[in-house]
């Protein structure tokens, strides 16, 4: 079944990655969502000892695992956490994740994304930590543009947050470097309203999903892969607060994905594609793979017709979207 091939996948990237992390110390942020656990997950798996931060409780059965639930906006508590694990590696992946345009939302997500993360570089440029990975996106401006203007108050908080990684390595010698994370699929997603899990979940109820136009190309790539890849990135890769980036590599339509969705669940649904408007600025990207597989010697192992199986399996096995 499904599970059994997915369980395939995880022991291969556990045997990959239990050389370069075994006993080895990692904080994780972000650790209740849906990359953090994952990451948490596979580190645990390849005998890693972790430490979670998120604003919420994460309960995972493991004696090398620990948690604190804290609002990484909350600078003293940060440093507190940093000086009382003192991890080696940090994958700094906690953030405020929207698409919205509306005014409201540059406050929130300059604290979840900016501040937050400022914080985080700070206490590991002063307990010593060997290597930062911090989570960037593919909505941040091309820094190749001659006058980048963000898209929206997400990419402009996470595009600050990529000035000031390059500003901690070159001023404070932290070692840092930025994975510029393409779009992120697989089972237990837990934002339901993202595409494939809404899909998913509406073909499982026989039910038409209602999409925008369909027609923008999107770098897909499954959660294990991220996972592995960030993972790589705290042994591997540049310091300066450069990019990565971990995609696929190949650009698929919206509208293709949730084609391809309705054609596994088999359900004689089809897409109400032009339902709901297209947004403003969507950002058209594909990642790097020669240059990030020449970095850390990792490409994405997944595809995309094998990861939409298990995904959609998943959420069949789980009809209300929940882990």
Same mark, same amino acid.
């Given at each position: 079944?499904?599970?059994?091939?997915?369980?395939?996948?995880?022991?291969?990237?556990?045997?990959?990655?239990?050389?370069?992390?075994?006993?080895?110390?990692?904080?994780?942020?972000?650790?209740?969502?849906?990359?953090?656990? !994952?990451?948490?997950?596979?580190?645990?798996? $390849?005998?890693?000892? %972790?430490? /979670?931060?998120? =604003?919420? #409780?994460?309960? @995972?059965?493991?004696?090398?695992?620990?948690?604190? !639930?804290?609002?990484?906006?909350?600078?003293? $508590?940060?440093?507190? %956490?940093? /000086?009382?694990? =003192?991890? #080696?590696?940090? @994958?700094?992946?906690?953030?405020?994740?929207?698409?919205?345009?509306?005014?409201?939302?540059?406050?929130?997500?300059?604290?979840?994304?900016?501040?937050?993360?400022?914080?985080?570089?700070?206490?590991?440029?002063?307990?010593?930590?060997?290597?930062?990975?911090?989570?960037?996106?593919?909505?941040?401006?091309?820094?190749?543009?001659?006058?980048?203007?963000?898209?929206?108050?997400?990419?402009?908080?996470?595009?600050?947050?990529?000035?000031?990684?390059?500003?901690?390595?070159?001023?404070?010698?932290?070692?840092?470097?930025?994975?510029?994370?393409?779009?992120?699929?697989?089972?237990?997603?837990?934002?339901?309203?993202?595409?494939?899990?809404?899909?998913?979940?509406?073909?499982?109820?026989?039910?038409?999903?209602?999409?925008?136009?369909?027609?923008?190309?999107?770098?897909?790539?499954?959660?294990?892969?991220?996972?592995?890849?960030?993972?790589?990135?705290?042994?591997?890769?540049?310091?300066?607060?450069?990019?990565?980036?971990?995609?696929?590599?190949?650009?698929?339509?919206?509208?293709?994905?949730?084609?391809?969705?309705?054609?596994?669940?088999?359900?004689?649904?089809?897409?109400?594609?032009?339902?709901?408007?297209?947004?403003?600025?969507?950002?058209?990207?594909?990642?790097?793979?020669?240059?990030?597989?020449?970095?850390?010697?990792?490409?994405?192992?997944?595809?995309?017709?094998?990861?939409?199986?298990?995904?959609?399996?998943?959420?069949?096995?789980?009809?209300?979207?929940?882990?």
């Amino acid at each position: 079944g499904s599970s059994a091939a997915s369980d395939v996948y995880k022991r291969q990237i556990v045997m990959r990655l239990a050389d370069i992390c075994k006993d080895r110390k990692y904080l994780v942020t972000g650790a209740s969502g849906f990359i953090g656990r !994952a990451v948490c997950q596979q580190l645990l798996d $390849a005998g890693a000892v %972790v430490h /979670g931060v998120a =604003r919420r #409780e994460v309960s @995972i059965e493991s004696d090398r695992w620990s948690h604190s !639930a804290l609002n990484l906006a909350d600078a003293a $508590a940060v440093d507190d %956490v940093f /000086g009382t694990i =003192r991890p #080696e590696f940090v @994958i700094h992946l906690a953030s405020c994740v929207t698409g919205k345009r509306e005014v409201n939302w540059v406050r929130e997500t300059m604290l979840g994304n900016l501040v937050s993360a400022v914080h985080v570089m700070t206490a590991a440029q002063a307990n010593g930590v060997e290597k930062c990975v911090m989570a960037g996106s593919l909505e941040e401006p091309d820094e190749t543009e001659s006058r980048p203007v963000p898209a929206s108050p997400y990419a402009a908080s996470k595009w600050s947050a990529s000035a000031y990684s390059r500003m901690m390595h070159a001023l404070y010698g932290l070692n840092v470097s930025v994975a510029r994370i393409f779009m992120v699929y697989g089972p237990g997603q837990q934002d339901t309203n993202k595409l494939v899990p809404y899909v998913c979940l509406s073909a499982n109820r026989g039910q038409a999903p209602q999409l925008m136009s369909g027609g923008r190309p999107v770098d897909w790539i499954f959660i294990d892969d991220v996972a592995e890849g960030l993972i790589r990135m705290t042994h591997a890769g540049p310091i300066d607060g450069s990019y990565v980036d971990l995609g696929s590599g190949r650009l698929v339509t919206t509208g293709d994905i949730a084609e391809r969705i309705c054609t596994i669940a088999e359900s004689g649904v089809t897409p109400d594609f032009g339902a709901v408007p297209d947004r403003a600025m969507e950002q058209v990207r594909v990642a790097d793979t020669k240059a990030t597989e020449a970095e850390l010697g990792w490409t994405a192992a997944t595809g995309l017709d094998k990861g939409l199986e298990l995904t959609y399996r998943w959420y069949q096995d789980h009809p209300s979207g929940d882990a």
